[in-house]
């Protein structure tokens, strides 16, 4: 029995939740025997109907780890698998063999009580996954076992590709390590386009006013939360899609699934230095990876890309070819399937299915 620990999990929505949901999924498709054991659901929905158990816990942190801990116990599950080192602080004295992922962005306060924390939960674990190489760099002396798997997508909608002149795009929570700033400021210069950003954050009105200031707020669209129908009809319209991540303070991109979905639809990508988007974006294959704090190399990065249709098209089938080859549930679920039997072997014994 494979037991999923984890703080994320759908119906909310985010990228841990997205790949926690279809990691359990393909582990009971494989012929797993899974169960769930997650945080309450915090938007509202309803409990898909999942065709394995899914067991959730409210309330206070520590009376919720409490009771994880004891669900955990009564298990008797061959292998825990947990989202992040946090969920590690949930397992009881005794515990089987354990996978944990990590991210990179909640790696990065390692200092005072925290640091403590994370080096005693990471000696939990029997092996680590990191999401990218940077990840894995973040890892360095926290643990030896650190296996870099970058993460799958879902296959978004189908959607016509339906390219608009000069239409940007990006998608994502709208924070300042996004880099959603440095497009628009970008715009003054590329007199052809508009842009588009799909999702809600606190960096809203810091964004509208700056597209005011600049002299663009008729050619800077804020689509808001989108469904995945719309997601990917914005995607189908693209010509770039755009997220130049930098670092801001102790937040950064761990690796940056919507670069994959972009490529699903043969767009390439604008991406940040920072974090782990050399990992989702190779540069000069599909698309372009420039310094996100810095509004030249990003407006020069864009103009080059919007300029040069022939470039767009070599990096969009590049970056198409590579998502759907490389990054669907298919091609990175055998990477899984393998650390489950490594950490089968480090106890000696096998997993029940």
Same mark, same amino acid.
């Given at each position: 029995?494979?037991?999923?620990?984890?703080?994320?999990?759908?119906?909310?929505?985010?990228?841990?939740?997205?790949?926690?949901?279809?990691?359990?999924?393909?582990?009971?498709?494989?012929?797993?025997?899974?169960?769930?054991?997650?945080?309450?659901?915090?938007?509202?929905?309803?409990?898909?109907?999942?065709?394995?158990?899914?067991?959730?816990?409210?309330?206070?942190?520590?009376?919720?780890?409490?009771?994880?801990?004891?669900?955990?116990?009564?298990?008797? /599950? &061959?292998? %825990?698998? #947990?989202? !992040?080192?946090?969920?590690?602080?949930? @397992?009881?004295?005794?515990?089987?063999? *354990? $996978? +944990?992922?990590?991210?990179?962005?909640?790696?990065?306060?390692?200092?005072?009580?925290?640091?403590?924390?994370?080096?005693?939960?990471?000696?939990? /674990? &029997?092996? %680590?996954? #990191?999401? !990218?190489?940077?990840?894995?760099?973040? @890892?360095?002396?926290?643990?030896?076992? *650190? $296996? +870099?798997?970058?993460?799958?997508?879902?296959?978004?909608?189908?959607?016509?590709?339906?390219?608009?002149?000069?239409?940007?795009?990006?998608?994502?929570?709208?924070?300042?390590?996004?880099?959603?700033?440095?497009?628009?400021?970008? @715009?003054?210069?590329?007199?052809?386009?508009?842009?588009?950003?799909?999702?809600?954050?606190?960096?809203?009105?810091?964004?509208?006013?700056?597209?005011?200031?600049?002299?663009?707020?008729?050619?800077?669209?804020?689509?808001?939360?989108?469904?995945?129908?719309?997601?990917?009809?914005? @995607?189908?319209?693209?010509?770039?899609?755009?997220?130049?991540?930098?670092?801001?303070?102790?937040?950064?991109?761990?690796?940056?699934?919507?670069?994959?979905?972009?490529?699903?639809?043969?767009?390439?990508?604008?991406?940040?230095?920072?974090?782990?988007?050399?990992?989702?974006?190779?540069?000069?294959?599909?698309?372009?990876?420039?310094?996100?704090?810095?509004?030249?190399?990003?407006?020069?990065?864009?103009?080059?890309?919007?300029?040069?249709?022939?470039?767009?098209?070599?990096?969009?089938?590049?970056?198409?070819?590579?998502?759907?080859?490389?990054?669907?549930?298919?091609?990175?679920?055998?990477?899984?399937?393998?650390?489950?039997?490594?950490?089968?072997?480090?106890?000696?014994?096998?997993?029940?299915?």
């Amino acid at each position: 029995m494979i037991a999923l620990l984890t703080q994320c999990f759908p119906p909310d929505r985010g990228g841990i939740e997205t790949t926690m949901g279809e990691m359990a999924m393909a582990f009971y498709q494989a012929g797993h025997r899974v169960v769930v054991l997650a945080d309450h659901i915090r938007g509202g929905m309803a409990e898909p109907d999942w065709p394995f158990a899914v067991r959730r816990f409210g309330g206070p942190r520590f009376w919720r780890r409490a009771r994880k801990a004891r669900a955990l116990a009564a298990l008797a /599950a &061959d292998v %825990v698998w #947990a989202d !992040s080192w946090k969920s590690l602080e949930t @397992l009881p004295a005794r515990a089987p063999r *354990v $996978v +944990v992922m990590a991210h990179g962005n909640e790696l990065l306060r390692q200092s005072g009580g925290r640091g403590g924390r994370m080096a005693r939960a990471f000696a939990r /674990a &029997d092996i %680590v996954v #990191a999401n !990218s190489r940077f990840t894995a760099g973040l @890892l360095a002396g926290l643990h030896d076992a *650190v $296996v +870099v798997v970058n993460p799958s997508i879902r296959p978004p909608l189908p959607a016509p590709r339906e390219p608009q002149p000069g239409h940007i795009v990006s998608l994502g929570r709208l924070e300042a390590r996004k880099g959603f700033d440095m497009v628009i400021r970008a @715009l003054p210069s590329l007199p052809g386009a508009r842009y588009t950003m799909a999702g809600a954050g606190p960096d809203e009105a810091r964004l509208r006013a700056l597209a005011t200031q600049c002299g663009v707020a008729q050619r800077v669209a804020f689509a808001g939360s989108v469904d995945e129908a719309t997601k990917s009809a914005l @995607l189908g319209q693209a010509e770039v899609f755009a997220m130049p991540v930098r670092r801001e303070g102790l937040s950064v991109e761990g690796f940056g699934l919507v670069y994959l979905e972009a490529a699903w639809f043969g767009v390439p990508s604008l991406a940040g230095l920072a974090g782990g988007a050399a990992d989702a974006v190779l540069q000069d294959e599909t698309g372009l990876l420039v310094d996100g704090s810095d509004a030249a190399e990003v407006r020069e990065g864009l103009a080059r890309l919007l300029a040069d249709p022939a470039l767009r098209e070599r990096m969009g089938a590049a970056a198409q070819l590579r998502a759907r080859r490389d990054f669907t549930w298919e091609a990175v679920l055998p990477a899984y399937l393998r650390l489950l039997e490594r950490s089968s072997a480090h106890n000696g014994s096998s997993i029940s299915s």
